[in-house]
């Protein structure tokens, strides 16, 4: 079933804001971006090199590019698959979509014992694709005055790459090639039928016993949608569940992963796997064997640079692959930038189309702005986990206020009392980040995004009146709670007894002169 298929991925609907930074349409008038391609025989048709070079055409790519020729720069985008990129075709798109039908499968079930229909829900899925897709095609994006062409680039000098056997002349490039699964070194798992993430949408029908390998968001996600699709499906994970993420809300997420039959072992890791008729076995390496219809890896990424010829240009990678910038996304070479999954930065489409958005415009105006390092992230599962800056203390003077659910009035109304806001809060009621655990969390992130990025005080952020009932009172309670433990504290109570003591000599005065 592994098969290899880098979809490109796609800035679509979620990248609408992120055009802000590179919207209007840029009038077709160029054509010298087409024009600076010649044959590498040396029979060259332009001399002029072009200003941008984009090498990948997902999230990251379509920004960058789109961002170079808002700024009137002459850019080609080279794709060696399909515009759009892994968010489109194999990421976000699919795994959303299925979350959902999985979501009313299992309500489904429960109202009526119904069986969800594995066909019609791919059927969902491409559909979902289909209408968003147009966004990222090769022919809008030649309409936005980009230069696009299918083919495999690779960089020959710092000013020159080869693709489909012709130079392209550039005066700087942004890699954006994104990354792939990482497959890990156990033993006969090559031998037998696994997917990934990239795969897993060819499935032809549900397996009934779907074993994970993983546990972080896609090891999260897509175990808990095919549980509620009806596979019994098992989670191998060599560390703890999401380990990025707050240890409370990880909890949560395991505890309601096993409502759904989904059986989780955890620090424990595939040894050895072979297949006996028909049945995969997978022997763990605290010597428990697992049987699966279909494995499933999800263990990490791996960028894609093998082949770019960085070692001639002096770019520097790590033991992933993942291309190493500094916080104007520039490599170790100067004309040479880098966005999206192939850098060493957190992998989400939202970040990889403003970083590139950034990167383009640092190297198309010959500027060093740094990108902003308040990064927000949603883990879709149910309940959905979604934080943003510092989700501990991690200093002297830090604390957190935490608002559960259970007492937050929208989700005792609805039903949907598991979850919690916890805020992590600095020196002078500074929030410097938080979790949010529970129905549509990422929906509430927004504004604590912006608490943390515009440097908000718990004080601040409870001066703010929120509309009742909603989820985002939990985030305003945990605020407002911080705020008045301030008002509680032996200085305030005693600043305040002065200022009341004060207040009352100043009337107690008044009255007597008012005497006769
Ligand atoms: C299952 C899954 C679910 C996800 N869900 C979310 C989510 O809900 N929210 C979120 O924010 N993120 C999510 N992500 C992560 C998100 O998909 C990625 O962060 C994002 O797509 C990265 O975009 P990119 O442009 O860096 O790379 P890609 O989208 O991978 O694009 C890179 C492009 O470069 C092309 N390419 C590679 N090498 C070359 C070459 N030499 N020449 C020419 N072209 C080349 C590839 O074909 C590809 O099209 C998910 C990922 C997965 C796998
Ligand atoms: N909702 C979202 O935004 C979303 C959804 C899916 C993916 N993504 C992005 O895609 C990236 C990749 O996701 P991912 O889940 O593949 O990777 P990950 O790096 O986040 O997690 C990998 C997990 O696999 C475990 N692991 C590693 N090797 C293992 C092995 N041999 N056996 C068992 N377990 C092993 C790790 O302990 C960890 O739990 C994420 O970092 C995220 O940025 C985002």
């Given at each position: 079933m592994q098969r290899r298929h880098r979809g490109p991925s796609r800035p679509h609907a979620l990248i609408q804001s992120i055009k802000f930074f590179a919207s209007a349409k840029v009038p077709r008038s160029r054509g010298q971006a087409r024009a600076a391609c010649?044959?590498?025989?040396?029979?060259?048709?332009?001399?002029?090199?072009?200003?941008?070079?984009?090498?990948?055409?997902?999230?990251?790519?379509?920004?960058?590019?789109?961002?170079?020729?808002?700024?009137?720069?002459?850019?080609?985008?080279?794709?060696?698959?399909?515009?759009?990129?892994?968010?489109?075709?194999?990421?976000?798109?699919?795994?959303?979509?299925?979350?959902?039908a999985a979501a009313q499968a299992a309500a489904d079930r429960e109202a009526s014992g119904a069986e969800p229909d594995f066909d019609s829900i791919r059927r969902r899925i491409r559909e979902a694709i289909r209408t968003i897709e147009p966004e990222d095609s090769p022919e809008t994006l030649e309409a936005f005055g980009i230069t696009v062409l299918q083919g495999t680039a690779r960089f020959t000098t710092p000013g020159e790459a080869l693709v489909n056997g012709k130079l392209i002349r550039f005066r700087q490039a942004l890699i954006?090639?994104?990354?792939?699964?990482?497959?890990?070194?156990?033993?006969?798992?090559?031998?037998?039928?696994?997917?990934?993430?990239?795969?897993?949408?060819?499935?032809?029908?549900?397996?009934?016993?779907?074993?994970?390998?993983?546990?972080?968001p896609i090891a999260c996600e897509l175990g808990q949608a095919f549980a509620r699709l009806g596979s019994r499906v098992?989670?191998?994970?060599?560390?703890?569940?999401?380990?990025?993420?707050?240890?409370?809300?990880?909890?949560?997420?395991?505890?309601?992963?096993?409502?759904?039959?989904?059986?989780?072992?955890?620090?424990?890791?595939?040894?050895?796997?072979?297949?006996?008729?028909?049945?995969?076995?997978?022997?763990t390496t605290a010597g428990q064997e697992i049987e699966a219809d279909m494995i499933l890896v999800a263990t990490g990424r791996t960028a894609h640079t093998a082949t770019l010829g960085l070692d001639a240009l002096g770019v520097d990678c790590d033991e992933r692959g993942q291309?190493?910038?500094?916080?104007?996304?520039?490599?170790?070479?100067?004309?040479?930038?880098?966005?999206?999954?192939?850098?060493?930065?957190?992998?989400?489409?939202?970040?990889?189309?403003?970083?590139?958005?950034?990167?383009?415009?640092?190297?198309v105006l010959g500027l060093r702005r740094s990108v902003g390092q308040?990064?927000?992230?949603?883990?879709?599962t149910s309940p959905e986990v979604a934080a943003v800056g510092k989700t501990a203390p991690a200093g002297p003077g830090q604390t957190t206020s935490t608002v559960y659910l259970k007492d937050t009035d929208r989700a005792v109304t609805e039903g949907a009392q598991e979850g919690f806001v916890r805020l992590v809060i600095g020196a002078r009621g500074?929030?410097?980040?938080?979790?949010?655990?529970?129905?549509?969390?990422?929906?509430?992130?927004?504004?604590?995004?912006?608490?943390?990025?515009?440097?908000?005080?718990?004080?601040?952020?409870?001066?703010?009146t929120h509309p009742y009932p909603t989820y985002s009172d939990a985030l305003w309670n945990a605020a407002i709670a911080h705020a008045r433990s301030g008002l509680d504290s032996r200085f305030a109570r005693t600043a305040t007894g002065v200022l009341s003591g004060l207040v009352r000599h100043r009337e107690e005065r008044r009255r007597r002169r008012r005497l006769p």
């Open positions: 010649h044959d590498n025989t040396g029979s060259a048709t332009v001399e002029e090199p072009i200003d941008l070079l984009v090498i990948g055409g997902g999230t990251a790519g379509i920004v960058g590019a789109k961002t170079a020729v808002r700024l009137g720069a002459r850019t080609i985008l080279v794709e060696e698959n399909r515009t759009g990129g892994d968010c489109l075709w194999t990421g976000c798109v699919p795994s959303k979509t299925l979350l959902s954006a090639t994104g990354s792939a699964p990482s497959i890990p070194p156990v033993e006969g798992l090559q031998e037998v039928p696994f997917v990934t993430s990239e795969t897993i949408w060819d499935l032809p029908s549900l397996p009934s016993r779907l074993l994970v390998l993983g546990g972080g098992t989670l191998l994970v060599r560390s703890g569940l999401l380990p990025q993420e707050d240890a409370e809300a990880a909890d949560l997420v395991h505890a309601s992963l096993e409502r759904d039959g989904v059986n989780v072992l955890l620090h424990e890791e595939a040894q050895h796997v072979c297949s006996t008729r028909g049945t995969t076995v997978v022997t291309v190493l910038i500094d916080a104007s996304m520039r490599t170790a070479s100067r004309s040479i930038w880098a966005a999206g999954d192939v850098t060493q930065y957190p992998k989400f489409t939202h970040l990889a189309g403003v970083y590139a958005s950034t990167a383009a415009s640092n190297a308040v990064v927000p992230r949603v883990t879709f500074r929030i410097l980040g938080g979790t949010i655990v529970g129905p549509r969390a990422g929906e509430s992130l927004g504004e604590l995004a912006v608490a943390v990025s515009q440097k908000m005080s718990t004080r601040q952020l409870a001066q703010i």
